[in-house]
């Protein structure tokens, strides 16, 4: 089924007005809610239930590689700065234990079938170690070689050169993420990341001699000193590279929560007018080159299998972003790593202290988690269909979830009126759209339907929406 899903629209005084503070969505319930009281025996009780279904659903691995060679002043990712590669030692002794309990849980018929490689900075790891770490993954999980699989990782190319990128090919890697930000000399000074076109270049290069089948850029806006013609030959020169896929993300700035960012002279972020113009500049010029929005900050080339999945319906959303196996059960291994399981997230501890102590007593290093009652699998499932296909038909979710839509959102569809009033969304008389305006604002829409939001004072947690 081909899915007809309305390009974005920019009303810049639309956006201001709705410009708040409001979660991404990468769950549901968000992180916020997970609680302490939910630990390894819960998590284990999850993975039984799981492995029991009709029908199993495959893995997909997450894994954490905390550590980076030097700070980024904006980073808000869970991190350990430090030169001492020994470290990268203490700590995948520890990983392959975690590999080894948490693979003991699941039956070993259920095949891997998404992989990838977080940080931090994976590629703090060397060639050697990485191959030892996948001999790890794949003696305890069924890693599938099929040419439909995912198995991605982030990439500092200043810490890998073209030689690193190749040895990725043959361990199994068919996709690479690599952090740009901008490429303006004076604002990769203010924000401690250092790097030339030419090594961006030789590392994407590297990706596709190694076969990798897509390569995707991050960038930021709304970074000190940056501005909509300096950004504009950021993206010129990022066009230039011909990504895959393209990330461009809004800063966040909270240094009461990121200590990284109190490094930034707050003097020298844009103003709220710069950054919607810098947001404007990126997607103008983003769709403009042939790049698809595909939502919350993604675009694609038309051909990416991100861009066919939403046309075909079959988008989803994880921990990893927008995904073509949403469907899989998220296994996360390492320090801070947030698995969904069945009806259930869980957190590893993100200290690197509790993370091990768990291990060396032979425990899994589960913090915190929740368990999904039904009210939150029913607004999770809605919650991501808007976001990736914007659109719900109300007679097919509601036979999917038994429900009445009309009668179980009531509330829910008062609340979007004034949304309505403003093009947001269409409240129709069998669906809900996501309009053409209200893409870019699609995490607002998704708020209105959040049962947490409003219970206490949290959404300072939270980054602005544009």
Not at 24 to 47: K, N, V
Not at 151 to 162: K, N, T, Y
Not at 225 to 239: G, P
């Given at each position: ?11 810049p ?56 060679m030097?700070p ?21 002794s ?18 891997t ?12 790891l ?6 030892e770490?996948?001999?790890?993954l794949?003696?305890h ?8 699989r ?41 924000v ?28 930021i ?23 895959d ?16 960012q ?5 003097a ?47 988008l ?14 998220i ?14 997230y869980?957190?590893?501890?993100k200290?690197?202290?509790?993370y ?76 809900l ?23 206490q ?10």
């Open positions: 089924m081909n899915a007809v899903i309305a390009a974005p629209a920019f009303d005084d639309l956006i201001a007005r709705y410009d708040t503070l409001g979660p991404r969505y990468t769950s549901y319930p968000t992180a916020p809610q997970f609680r302490p009281d939910f630990g390894e025996a819960e998590l284990r009780a999850h993975a039984r239930a799981s492995n029991e279904d009709p029908i199993p659903r495959p893995l997909s691995l997450y894994v954490h590689v905390p550590f980076c030097s980024c002043f904006y980073c808000g990712c869970t991190r350990i700065i430090t030169r001492d590669k020994s470290k990268a030692d203490v700590y995948l520890r990983l392959y234990r975690e590999i080894e309990l948490t693979a003991a849980m699941f039956d070993r018929d259920r095949p079938v998404q992989l990838h490689f977080g940080g931090g900075t994976p590629n703090f060397d060639v050697g170690q990485m191959s770490l996948m001999d790890s794949g003696r999980f069924s890693l599938t070689r099929a040419p439909t995912e198995f991605g990782i982030e990439i500092d190319p200043r810490f890998a050169d073209a030689d690193y990128v190749r040895a990725l090919g043959p361990l199994g890697f068919n996709r690479m993420s690599l952090g740009v930000q901008d490429f303006d000399p004076a604002v990769q000074a203010a401690n990341r250092v790097q030339s076109v030419e090594q961006t270049r030789a590392a994407i290069e590297a990706a596709r001699e190694a076969g990798f089948r897509s390569v995707n850029v991050d960038l806006y709304g970074l000190p000193l940056q501005t909509v013609d300096s950004f504009s030959q950021t993206l010129e020169k990022v066009i230039a590279l011909r990504p896929r393209i990330a461009a993300y809004s800063y966040a700035h909270m240094p009461e929560l990121f200590k990284a109190r490094q930034i002279d707050a020298q972020l844009p103003d709220a007018a710069t950054r919607l113009a810098l947001f404007a500049r990126t997607l103008q010029m983003l769709t403009a080159a042939g790049y698809v929005y595909i939502g919350m900050d993604h675009f694609a080339l038309p051909f990416d299998e991100l861009a066919r999945a939403q046309r075909e319906g079959a989803q959303r994880n921990f990893q972003g927008y995904s073509t196996h949403g469907d899989c059960d296994i996360a291994l390492g320090m801070s790593g947030i698995s969904r399981i069945g009806d259930s869980s957190q590893n501890a200290d690197l202290a509790g091990y102590a768990a291990l060396d007593a032979g425990r899994l290093p589960v913090a915190r988690g929740i368990h999904l009652d039904e009210d939150d699998l029913i607004r999770r499932a809605l919650i991501t269909e808007l976001m990736c296909h914007g659109r719900i038909d109300y007679r097919s979710f509601g036979a999917a979830w038994r429900l009445d839509f009309p009668v179980y959102f009531a509330e829910e569809l008062l609340r979007l009126r004034q949304l309505a009033a403003d093009g947001l969304v269409e409240i129709r008389q069998d669906s759209v996501v309009t053409s305006r209200g893409r870019l604002l699609v995490r607002i829409i998704a708020m209105c339907f959040d049962a947490y939001l409003g219970r004072a949290q959404t300072a947690r939270y980054s602005r929406a544009i």
